[in-house]
């Protein structure tokens, strides 16, 4: 069995074919959680959870729409518009999707630096709403005793800052920072989420490193298609190539290979490893 922890079935990339989707990763033995990245997607990600029995969700306020006031980012037609008017976190009506039995996180929450503002004042009032937005969203995952899906990009000093003074734990989704960074997670109990941009990314060292017991397989879809199944792939808007997460099977592969393992012992301590955090 594998498990794909960091899926977005429920973005409109799948409209026209959720169902042959899911149908596949039902037929591949997969299990998967979905994940949401603002209300609307945290609430459709919970209801396709409780529509199919192979599949859980997480929800949560994606660190760029909390900031969205002081960026400006072209839309994605995949998610239906990347940034959105929701830049305060309503816990009430978090809290309430997760009253489902199938919410076993929150996330996709953390920090995002990577789109910077003109001016450094809009900048450092980004920085400050994400952190906020971040820190109340880590409250609610303490009080309903869920781990966390986090999301970082050039941000791993604030966000390792963040959880040292928290007992949050979690995954680092998405996993592109170097061997001492990834300690420093480790050492505060987190997983790191390893995907497909390993074929794009030089990471190997970490991969080779981390503890097997402390690594996810992830495929972000419908982003970061894992190289070798890119022929394989459905073309989707402007030649945009859509991943799934029956894809998953070559982020296993390529983490076997790296480490001299077989495929097998991959799939199984991984499949272990996600168990154990979200408690399915």
């Known amino acids: ?58 929800i949560g306020l994606y660190p760029s729409h909390a900031s969205s006031e002081f960026q400006k980012i072209k839309t994605d037609s995949e998610e239906g518009e990347l940034l959105s008017s929701e830049t305060n976190f309503d816990k009430e009506k978090y809290k309430e999707l997760a009253k489902s039995k199938k919410v076993v996180a929150i996330g996709e929450v953390g920090l995002d630096y990577y789109y910077k503002p003109k001016t450094n004042l809009k900048f450092e009032q980004l920085k400050q709403k994400q952190k906020e937005v971040f820190i109340q969203q880590l409250e609610l995952a303490e009080e309903l005793n869920l781990p966390m899906i986090l999301h970082c990009r050039m941000a791993h000093n604030d966000v390792l800052e963040i959880l040292s003074k928290s ?34 990314f030089d990471i190997d060292e970490v991969i080779k490193k981390a503890p097997l017991d402390k690594l996810l397989l992830e495929t972000d879809c419908p982003y970061l298609t894992p190289l070798p199944a890119v022929a394989l792939a459905k073309e989707g808007p402007e030649g945009y190539v859509r991943n799934e997460p029956t894809f998953v099977k070559h982020v296993a592969q390529r983490i076997a290979e790296l480490r001299g393992i077989s495929f097998d012992e991959v799939a199984s301590a991984t499949t272990t490893n996600a168990k154990k955090l979200f408690k399915i």
Do not use: P
């Not at 591949?28 to 209300?39: E, L, R, S």
């Open 1 to 58: 069995m594998l498990i794909d922890t960091h899926s977005h079935l429920s973005f409109k990339a799948y409209d026209a074919d959720r169902e042959e989707v899911v149908k596949r990763t039902r037929e591949a033995g997969m299990i998967c959680i979905d994940v949401g990245t603002k209300y609307e997607t945290s609430k459709r990600a919970v209801e396709l959870a409780e529509k199919n029995e192979n599949i859980y969700a997480s």
């Open 167 to 200: 007992k949050n734990v979690g995954v680092v989704h998405c996993f592109t920072g170097n061997w001492e960074e990834a300690q420093k997670y480790l050492d505060l109990g987190f997983y790191l989420g390893i995907n497909g941009i390993i074929f794009k």
